[in-house]
């Protein structure tokens, strides 16, 4: 285990949240099965839904309204989904809240607002799911919860706990050969003892049918609508981090973190910037805290904002409201301790983890994992920077922070329109399994 590994392990059974780990009931649900799953192959639904299966790559292409969208993810992978929730998010949740009802789950699940187009989307997963799913396969068994036939709540509980350990990592201007954005993310958390989340991958690209809706690609898993690590269209980037934030000033109203960065991935072009991301995040309430860092493809702006952490949660009493941003220029300020130095002298870079820099100018402690790994990758930069950076150097700076809660990992190249994704298929971390690159052009043609 490389350093801090325990210790992650320990926050994130204490209360991180529901995000990419997984488990049978054995004991707990003994009826919750696992469905069988497609295979290699591709396959088709009625708006035009394409799926291809490939080892351990699913790639799902959707186009059309956001009911059509939904109906085809729905459709091509109910069983998908089923598995998702019943040995993905039940596990986690009974981790975290063991003594919670799942009626007290739902209740709380309330408190989120859905955008017409989204619950749209989330109505046609449920009809799609309905047409290919066996009536018996649709039982659902919740922990601490009565038996019943899957349910829209069910899909909202899925896209409403979104809580993510992760590491990301841009560079551009001097610190690359050519001067072009790469940006790199891993996605981290909690794989169960018999890998079922590493069966649960997808490649989700969205090619909507409203005008002025940027299309999309994201890597994430069967049953999220929203976005955890995306592209757009206009050479956007965006990952979504955990962290401990402040409680929100809301008592409602919450957006669903995940539904925040498909927002964005939707809503900001290439003539767009931070500016436009603060003001987007500072009208969506949240519930929990999060780093939101997204790469920008505006060739007018300064060259320091090129990539962007925003600090995010939902205190709206907080100065500059629900969010900070945090740019490069911000990096010789960054605050340090006598066990993390995490200020830097290069304006070119960008590092994002899972506490707040700028919003919370305290530098964690040296039980911290997200400081250890913030503190690793900072190491391995001086080792590079001296001259410059390409992808396989980021890569190999990020594989210093990547473990087995490594579940996939993607390098960005948003001025290209490449995108590289590594899928945890075995006991090795993201990075350590096989490549899949793409054209963002080749993604968005079928």
Same mark, same amino acid.
């Given at each position: 285990?490389?350093?801090?590994?325990?210790?992650?392990?320990?926050? $994130?059974?204490?209360?991180?949240?529901?995000? /990419?780990?997984?488990?049978?009931?054995?004991?707990?649900?003994?009826?919750?099965?696992?469905?069988?799953?497609?295979?290699?192959?591709?396959?088709?639904?009625?708006?035009?839904?394409?799926?291809?299966?490939?080892?351990?790559?699913?790639?799902?292409?959707?186009?059309?309204?956001?009911?059509?969208?939904?109906?085809?993810?729905?459709?091509?992978?109910?069983?998908?989904?089923?598995?998702?929730?019943?040995?993905?998010?039940? +596990?986690?949740?009974?981790?975290?809240?063991?003594?919670?009802?799942?009626?007290?789950?739902?209740?709380?699940? *309330?408190?989120?607002?859905?955008?017409? /187009?989204?619950?749209?989307?989330?109505?046609?997963?449920?009809?799609?799911?309905?047409?290919?799913?066996?009536?018996?396969?649709?039982? @659902?068994?919740?922990?601490?919860?009565?038996?019943?036939?899957? /349910?829209?709540?069910?899909?909202?509980?899925?896209?409403?706990?979104?809580?993510?350990?992760?590491?990301?990592?841009?560079?551009?201007?001097?610190?690359? +050969?050519?001067?072009?954005?790469?940006?790199?993310?891993?996605?981290?958390?909690?794989?169960?003892?018999?890998?079922?989340?590493?069966?649960?991958?997808?490649?989700?690209?969205?090619?909507?049918?409203?005008?002025?809706?940027?299309? +999309?690609? %994201?890597?994430?898993?069967?049953?999220?609508?929203?976005?955890?690590?995306?592209?757009?269209?206009?050479?956007? !980037?965006?990952?979504?981090?955990?962290?401990? %934030?402040?409680?929100?000033?809301?008592?409602?109203?919450?957006?669903?973190?995940?539904?925040?960065?498909?927002?964005?991935?939707?809503?900001? %072009?290439?003539?767009?910037?931070?500016?436009?991301?603060?003001?987007?995040?500072?009208?969506?309430? !949240?519930?929990?805290?999060?780093?939101?860092?997204?790469?920008?493809?505006?060739?007018?702006?300064?060259? &320091?904002?090129?990539?962007?952490?925003?600090?995010?949660?939902?205190?709206?009493?907080?100065?500059?409201?629900?969010?900070?941003?945090?740019?490069?220029?911000?990096?010789?300020?960054?605050?340090?301790?006598?066990?993390?130095?995490?200020?830097?002298?290069?304006?070119? $870079?960008?590092?994002?983890?899972?506490?707040?820099?700028?919003?919370?100018?305290? !530098?964690?402690?040296?039980?911290?994992?997200?400081?250890?790994?913030?503190?690793?990758?900072? &190491?391995?930069?001086? *080792?590079?920077?001296?001259?410059?950076?390409?992808?396989?150097?980021?890569?190999?700076?990020?594989? *210093?922070?990547?473990?087995?809660?490594?579940?996939? /990992?993607?390098?960005?190249?948003?001025?290209?329109?490449? @995108?590289?994704?590594?899928?945890?298929?075995?006991?090795?971390?993201?990075?350590?399994?096989?490549?899949?690159?793409?054209?963002?052009?080749?993604?968005?043609?079928?």
């Amino acid at each position: 285990m490389k350093s801090g590994t325990k210790l992650f392990l320990l926050a $994130l059974l204490a209360g991180a949240g529901f995000a /990419s780990g997984c488990a049978i009931f054995v004991g707990l649900n003994p009826n919750a099965k696992e469905l069988p799953m497609k295979g290699d192959g591709v396959y088709t639904s009625v708006y035009g839904g394409q799926l291809t299966v490939s080892g351990a790559m699913r790639m799902l292409k959707l186009q059309g309204s956001n009911y059509q969208m939904g109906y085809d993810y729905g459709y091509l992978l109910g069983n998908e989904i089923i598995n998702t929730l019943q040995l993905y998010i039940y +596990w986690v949740l009974f981790l975290k809240y063991p003594v919670q009802t799942y009626d007290e789950v739902y209740s709380f699940q *309330t408190r989120f607002t859905w955008e017409t /187009s989204y619950s749209n989307e989330l109505v046609g997963m449920l009809d799609g799911i309905y047409a290919s799913v066996t009536e018996e396969n649709l039982t @659902i068994f919740p922990p601490n919860g009565p038996v019943h036939k899957l /349910s829209l709540q069910d899909l909202m509980v899925m896209n409403t706990v979104g809580d993510w350990m992760c590491s990301s990592l841009a560079a551009w201007g001097s610190a690359t +050969w050519d001067g072009s954005l790469v940006f790199a993310r891993n996605f981290d958390y909690l794989p169960d003892s018999q890998s079922e989340c590493k069966k649960l991958h997808v490649v989700t690209v969205y090619k909507s049918a409203v005008a002025g809706v940027h299309s +999309w690609a %994201g890597a994430g898993v069967c049953g999220v609508i929203g976005a955890m690590t995306a592209m757009n269209d206009a050479g956007v !980037a965006g990952v979504l981090h955990n962290t401990d %934030g402040y409680p929100s000033s809301d008592t409602g109203g919450y957006i669903s973190r995940l539904i925040a960065l498909r927002k964005i991935m939707e809503t900001i %072009g290439s003539a767009d910037g931070p500016s436009n991301v603060v003001t987007l995040l500072n009208a969506t309430p !949240a519930y929990y805290g999060n780093n939101i860092m997204v790469g920008f493809s505006n060739t007018s702006l300064p060259l &320091n904002d090129k990539a962007v952490v925003f600090e995010y949660d939902g205190d709206a009493t907080q100065p500059g409201g629900r969010v900070t941003a945090r740019y490069a220029s911000d990096n010789p300020s960054l605050p340090d301790n006598a066990y993390f130095t995490q200020s830097m002298t290069n304006l070119n $870079l960008i590092i994002n983890v899972n506490h707040y820099l700028k919003r919370k100018s305290v !530098a964690p402690g040296y039980t911290d994992d997200s400081g250890n790994r913030y503190a690793m990758i900072t &190491n391995q930069l001086k *080792t590079y920077l001296p001259l410059k950076i390409d992808i396989t150097n980021v890569r190999t700076i990020m594989m *210093t922070v990547d473990d087995v809660f490594t579940l996939h /990992s993607v390098i960005f190249q948003p001025e290209k329109g490449l @995108i590289d994704i590594y899928l945890s298929d075995s006991p090795l971390p993201a990075f350590e399994c096989k490549k899949y690159s793409y054209t963002l052009s080749q993604l968005l043609t079928w």
